[in-house]
């Protein structure tokens, strides 16, 4: 009978947000200290890349809105990986939208140890290199004619001079744009090298016509060179992370080395046979000195360029699943209950279409308050836990004007299987779902009813993904770790 005058203990759902990967049990300490603060009860962290963290509270009624508030993060070291944590106490004087902008997604974790070694190393070889390089400008610009060497006329040298630094500040100019891409988007070519190689092109030509234009306006020369070579640099940038991915597919016996040496030898082939027909060309008398003849015949050059280009990644044939290939075959199973293979797939993915204009609309890594609507209820929350429970993402819906848009955040355990089961729910509810919904548990009674579906189906479809040749051991399925939810069960 003593038991029974013992304080029962309750067990409450303690949420983390976390930027990383994974929770350090320091941490995990600390937050369930934290629990109970003011008789609230903590169940989210939210922590940014900035370094700062949201913790959300819950009061006693459900009707309440959802609250947090904002405290700094502590960083602690890792004792289980000595080699990262050096890495990543290397660069602690950096400030967080630096290292976003230099470092690879996940840096020091998601590279080898010897990474920022050789990095640091690069750095000041790439920049002798390019010292090296602006004198040999110098001195090919003297050698046409443009200065002189023997140094007896002033005027002369400074021509040549002020020559040199145009060019090369032309060529500076260009390489912000490579910049600017491989820092702000180096994570988006693994998904879709198709769509990036074909807009480098875009971008290139458009490059392209900015040289040609400064024939009419030579005075403008140094605007529109350098306004051409940033957006052919741009193209550069886009271009070449996305044919390395490329040529990776084509790599299946791990002969990556070999295969970008053979495609060396096609490239020169045809650029020997294009500077051959680009010399017929402007050889010809009389046709070189009009401007219109060379602007159309380099418009006519440069749209069959495009099309050849567009055909070429046409038949590039992945079987590994991205977001765009996943939403063709997840539609097929929710409405036709098969699978197309991964050759029939590649031929109807719309290479130029951007995923986030594909219908449905999908939003993924949302945060917690996205989660709970605009009315930020804390019953709504509850609920959406309860019910997604069992899986490792919590999705909504919300209805704007005739579409409905779908938001969803990840869990810390999520894998691509739970963005392919994300993606079938929400295409269940596209195709099944009423077109117009009265309340909030109306929507939960579609929510419910989408996770029943798949749960009898969803075995079955990854039965036919597997039998239709895709390969599911490598996926392009990335989960978005801005923010993702660990959810726990702690005795209070």
């Known amino acids: 009978m003593s038991s029974s005058c013992q304080p029962k203990r309750r067990r409450v759902e303690h949420l983390r947000c976390s930027a990383q990967p994974s929770l350090r049990e320091d941490d995990e300490e600390a937050d369930d200290r934290s629990v109970g603060v003011e008789r609230r009860i903590s169940i989210v962290v939210e922590r940014y890349g900035n370094g700062t963290s949201k913790r959300y509270f819950l009061d006693d009624d459900d009707d309440s809105p959802l609250q947090g ?14 080699s990262s944590n050096s890495s990543e106490m290397n660069t602690l004087w950096l400030p967080d939208v630096v290292k976003d902008f230099v470092f690879p997604t996940g840096f020091p ?66 390489a912000l744009g490579r910049l600017l891409i491989g820092g ?18 875009f971008i ?52 990556l080395g070999e295969v970008a040496a053979k495609e060396e030898v096609w490239e020169v082939a045809a650029q020997l046979i294009g500077l051959g027909f680009g010399i017929l060309i402007i050889d010809t008398p009389g046709l ?28 590039l044939q992945f079987n590994t699943v991205n977001l765009k290939r996943a939403r063709i075959i997840v539609e097929s199973h929710v409405v036709h209950s098969v699978v197309p293979g991964y050759v029939d797939c590649n031929k109807r993915e719309n290479i130029l279409l951007w995923q986030r204009f594909m219908k449905p609309r999908i939003i993924f890594g949302v945060s917690l308050e996205e989660v709970s609507g605009l009315e930020k209820s804390v019953s709504k ?36 299987r739970d963005v392919l089961r994300c993606l079938w729910q929400a295409y269940w509810l596209e195709e099944n779902m009423e077109e117009s919904f009265k309340d909030k548990d109306s929507v939960f009674h579609w929510l419910k009813q989408s996770l029943s579906e798949m749960d009898n189906k969803f075995d079955d479809f990854l039965f036919k993904l597997d039998t239709a040749g895709w390969n599911l051991r490598e996926s392009n399925l990335k989960i978005p770790n801005q923010v993702l939810i660990d959810q726990e069960s702690i005795p209070l």
Request: proline share 2%; net charge positive.
């Open 69 to 82: 508030f904002l405290e700094e993060r502590e960083l602690k070291a890792d004792n289980d990986s000595q």
């Open 109 to 174: 974790g998601s590279v080898s140890d010897d990474y920022l070694d050789y990095m640091l190393w690069q750095f000041p070889t790439n920049v002798t290199g390019w010292i090296c390089n602006v004198l040999v400008t110098s001195s090919l610009l003297k050698a046409v004619g443009v200065g002189s060497f023997s140094g007896t006329s002033a005027a002369a040298t400074a021509a040549a001079s002020a020559a040199a630094i145009r060019w090369v500040s032309k060529d500076g100019i260009g």
């Open 184 to 201: 702000r988007f180096g994570s988006l070519f693994d998904d879709d090298p198709k769509q990036w190689r074909m807009y480098a092109d």
């Open 204 to 255: 290139g030509s458009a490059g392209s016509f900015f040289d040609l234009a400064t024939q009419l306006y030579p005075s403008q020369f140094l605007l529109l060179a350098s306004t051409g070579n940033l957006a052919k640099a741009v193209a550069r940038g886009l271009r070449d992370p996305s044919f390395r991915v490329i040529q990776n597919h084509f790599a299946i016996s791990g002969n």
């Open 288 to 315: 070189v000195k009009s401007f219109p003849f060379v602007s159309l015949t380099w418009t006519s050059v440069r749209l069959v360029h495009l099309w050849l280009r567009y055909q070429s990644l046409a038949v």
């Open 381 to 416: 929350v509850k609920a959406l836990l309860k019910m997604y429970t069992k899986e490792k993402y919590i999705l909504t819906l919300n209805k704007l004007n005739n579409d409905i848009e779908f938001s969803v955040s990840f869990k810390v355990s999520a894998t691509s």
